[in-house]
């Protein structure tokens, strides 16, 4: 079956620096995507990785490797609006997204 | 630009009553749409993924004959809610993408909050 794993909840303080793990297992590999969803709305686009290595947008960071079947989302610099849940999607071989259940990040100050 | 919208934000409806949600692709022609629902602390459930002048691909466990996908153009596709019960209430998101199987991003719409008393 097809699986994708992260941690339910995770704890930060603001300003400090939180990595948030996902693993896959999925049938065939094109892409995995980290989105970020405030409660109430609906998922906003984060970044989208391939290849593997490191992807950098500003205080966000995404990492895959596809060896391992595994990615991280690194947020730096945290701020109380990042609170919020960051869900890791896998495309599959038929294009269609797997999604993890989320973690919900909580920022203290 | 790619931006996707969904109306109504939020629809109350009485136990038994149909509800119709559009979703729009405002800047880019969506060649295939998919329906979510999300229930309170859980992730996004695919429904549904529809292709424009094709019948949907409806998921494991969701019935075809209640929940109605018509994607009739390729800006527009709607989801209609029929004979609505109170287990229904969820917030019923839809995404779409640009190009065809090979593209990768999914916009996501707002969202329509749906509760039925």
């Known amino acids: 079956g097809q699986n994708i794993d992260q941690p339910t909840e995770m704890t930060a303080t603001e300003g400090a620096i939180v990595q948030i793990n996902c693993t896959y297992q999925t049938s065939g590999f094109n892409g995995l995507f980290w989105y970020q969803q405030h409660a109430g709305e609906a998922p906003t686009f984060l970044s989208y990785?391939?290849l593997d290595g490191l992807e950098e947008k500003g205080r966000f960071s995404s990492f895959l490797s596809r060896s391992k079947g595994y990615s991280y989302l690194l947020l730096k610099e945290l701020q109380m609006k990042d609170s919020a849940s960051y869900l890791c999607?896998?495309?599959?071989?038929?294009?269609?997204?797997?999604w993890g259940a989320g973690t919900k990040l909580i920022i203290k100050p | 630009g790619a931006v996707v919208s969904q109306h109504p934000s939020w629809v109350i409806c009485k136990s038994g009553t149909s509800v119709k949600i559009e979703c729009r692709s405002l800047d880019f022609q969506a060649t295939t749409m998919f329906w979510y629902r999300q229930f309170p602390k859980q992730s996004l459930m695919l429904m549904a993924t529809s292709n424009e002048g094709s019948k949907a691909t409806y998921e494991q466990g969701v019935e075809k004959d209640k929940f109605l996908i018509n994607h009739a153009s390729l800006t527009l596709s709607t989801l209609t809610v029929t004979s609505a019960h109170p287990e229904d209430s969820s917030f019923y998101i839809c995404s779409a993408k640009e190009g065809g199987l090979g593209s990768s991003e999914q916009y996501f719409g707002p969202g329509t909050r749906l509760t039925v008393t």
């Open positions: 990785n391939v």
């Open positions: 999607a896998v495309s599959d071989s038929n294009y269609q997204l797997i």
